[in-house]
């Protein structure tokens, strides 16, 4: 009877006590020497196995189609239908745990989400976790920091100032508070002045250019360090009530906590962060803010918001903020005669962590530019970059020429990225399909778009190459589980765009095209693709599940690389969790399945 067996891996986390017991009481050790069948075709399992220590690899045929390593549970499939439909070989010394089929069966039975861990279909594997997921939410309360919410700058007076002086840095400063220096006292002391003194003054009676704003002016500070526990923060507002808290780090002031900013942000973080957006008057106040946006998202990450709508969120963010700088760095009649707009995984709104610049400019027939265009193009993806948008390596950026033209030299660059199908232009053509206005006149992009959609009417064998860029990273059948079997300290990385985002995103790209489909999400096409009758439900299903867990284990993993001050990269498998690897062979499973569509709807066999 063992004792050691870990409760914290997938799918057996969910159990309660009674459950763990009854898991206890019904396992095994097993043992099988390298090349030996654990399970054959047809037989008739009567356990389900955990691995202990070695690896266990699944074929269909002559095709691996898995690899399952310590921690890994197989074949649960099997044991409810009753017959296996894989070979299970030992790839090399194994010991596993074998919990009888009876005691699953209860468990099955007794624990919905333990059975759809167990043997469902990824839609059903992410729907469990989902509501899991929803337990934790109220987590971020209790875990936020002060320094995480938008702290107010202060603004300085002398304690000599009259009350009109100070009025004027409200107006001034765009303010209804200040920090008062008063150095004529020993020690010299500091307090705050609020539109609430501001109010006493007034009663006061006496003329307010004579007025001193030290004798209005608190000098008893509430304040909390930036790294105390927000809910610390909200306690001291309500137990002292007032409506701010000065934020003090040492001896050094940093600024104001405000009550709504504070509750702003545990209701909708990005309310303040598109207010601050819009009323920004310079470049410096759009880079503040933009280092909010990754802090926002974090939170909502760690809340257990779903990461669909942390990108949807994060796309009307950052639209905003690139529509702000645009309008600050551009001249109103350059405004007004063009459509700035962004491609790729941002135009799309599947961009969650900020990524590299992907931007263009169309101008209106006919208006030709009194401005130096180039200098105030060249500003503007500076200012990005300063935002934290780095450049784009293939210069895919207003401050490149070959990406800012009229609307019919637009139109012609783009039909002939189509006519002539080299790797270059392809590439250039699906982060265009991609685009989405973000400033200006949104009708000069739809007229690029429509002469696109004109020329790939019926041509199936420009259709055919394009959808063709699906293979681009092809390395092999089950390739990924010699990737997903690898063991110890190998620190070798899964590129997820390579091997799964790009094949998904660019397959019902190229359906959305031969469609003319004018929606840019991934989402939105799969569910036009199904209204259409191009796209079966079950297989649109299974692709909007696949794309939001590539979505999520791509923010996971990029946070984390943050946290440890290193640049997002590549997926580390061997540090994922035992059911992040499991759904990350059924997603990759689909993939593999909407590839072979794709290459009988198009026939890329005879390409």
């Known amino acids: 009877m063992p004792s050691a067996f870990n409760f914290s891996i997938s799918p057996f986390d969910c159990l309660n006590g009674d459950e763990r017991t009854l898991v206890r009481n019904s396992l095994d050790i097993a043992y099988f020497r390298e090349g030996a069948d654990i399970l054959r075709p047809g037989d008739h399992p009567e356990h389900l196995y955990v691995l202990i220590k070695g690896y266990v690899q699944q074929w269909d045929g002559d095709e691996l189609v898995a690899t399952y390593g310590p921690d890994d ?75 995480e919410v938008f702290i107010r700058p202060a603004h300085w007076v002398d304690a000599e100032a009259d009350i009109v002086s100070v009025v004027r840095v409200f107006r001034d400063k765009r303010t209804t508070n200040v920090m008062v220096r008063d150095t004529q006292t020993d020690p010299p002391r500091l307090g705050v002045f609020t539109i609430t003194g501001l109010e006493r003054a007034v009663l006061h009676g006496a003329p307010l250019n004579e007025l001193k704003v030290r004798e209005l002016a608190t000098f008893k500070l509430i304040s909390v360090r930036p790294s105390d526990p927000l809910f610390e923060a909200l306690a001291l507002m309500i137990r002292h009530r007032v409506h701010r808290l000065v934020v003090q780090d040492g001896d050094r002031i940093v600024g104001f906590l405000q009550q709504l900013d504070l509750l702003s942000f545990l209701s909708n973080h990005s309310y303040l962060i598109m207010l601050q957006i819009l009323e920004a008057q310079d470049l410096a106040a759009l880079q503040t803010t933009a280092e909010q946006i990754t802090r926002t998202v974090t939170m909502l990450h760690r809340a257990g918001t779903k990461v669909e709508q942390i990108a949807r969120l994060v796309q009307e963010l950052n639209a905003k903020l690139f529509e702000r700088a645009w309008q600050l760095i551009a001249p109103p009649d350059l405004v007004e005669n063009s459509c700035l707009f962004v491609m790729g995984s941002e135009g799309r709104g599947e961009q969650i962590l900020k990524t590299d610049q992907d931007n263009a400019l169309v101008l209106r027939d006919g208006w030709h530019c009194p401005h130096d265009l180039d200098a105030i193009c060249r500003r503007f993806s500076e200012a990005l970059a300063s935002f934290g948008y780095p450049e784009c ?31 270059e232009n392809m590439m250039a053509l699906a982060i265009f399909l991609d685009a989405h206005a973000v400033c200006g006149d949104a009708g000069l992009l739809e007229q690029v778009r429509g002469e696109l959609f004109r020329l790939a009417t019926d041509n199936g064998m420009l259709l055919a190459r394009f959808a063709a860029a699906i293979e681009a990273f092809e390395q092999g059948h089950g390739w990924w589980n010699r990737l997903l079997s690898l063991g110890g300290d190998d620190a070798e990385r899964l590129d997820l765009k390579k091997a799964g985002t790009f094949p998904l995103v660019h397959g019902v790209r190229a359906l959305a095209l031969e469609a003319h489909l004018s929606q840019t999400s991934t989402v939105a096409r799969i569910e036009a693709l199904v209204a259409a009758g191009r796209l079966q439900p079950q297989m649109a299903t299974d692709l909007v599940e696949c794309l939001r867990f590539f979505m999520g284990l791509k923010l996971s993993t990029g946070l984390q690389a943050i946290v440890q001050g290193r640049q997002p990269g590549g997926i580390e498998l061997h540090k994922l969790s035992s059911l992040d690897r499991d759904l990350l062979k059924d997603a990759l499973g689909v993939v593999k399945r909407f590839k072979a569509f794709l290459r009988q709807h198009y026939r890329l066999d005879v390409l």
């Not at 596993?96 to 990824?122: H, M, P, R, W």
């Not at 059903?124 to 309360?141: F, I, N, P, V, W």
């Open 73 to 147: 549970s197989f074949d649960g499939r099997a044991l409810v239908s009753g017959k296996a439909s894989s070979r299970f070989v030992a790839a090399e010394e194994v010991v596993a745990y074998q919990l009888a089929k009876q005691a699953v069966s209860e468990l099955i039975a007794s624990n919905a989400t333990f059975g759809a861990l167990l043997f469902s279909d990824l839609s059903k594997k992410l729907d469990a976790l989902a509501e899991r997921a929803g337990e934790h939410e109220l987590q971020s309360l209790t875990m936020a920091r002060v320094e």
């Open 393 to 423: 390596p293939g210069r895919i950026m207003v401050s490149n020429p070959a990406w800012r033209h009229a609307a019919t030299d637009f139109g012609q660059l783009v039909k002939g990225w189509l006519l002539h199908p080299s790797s």
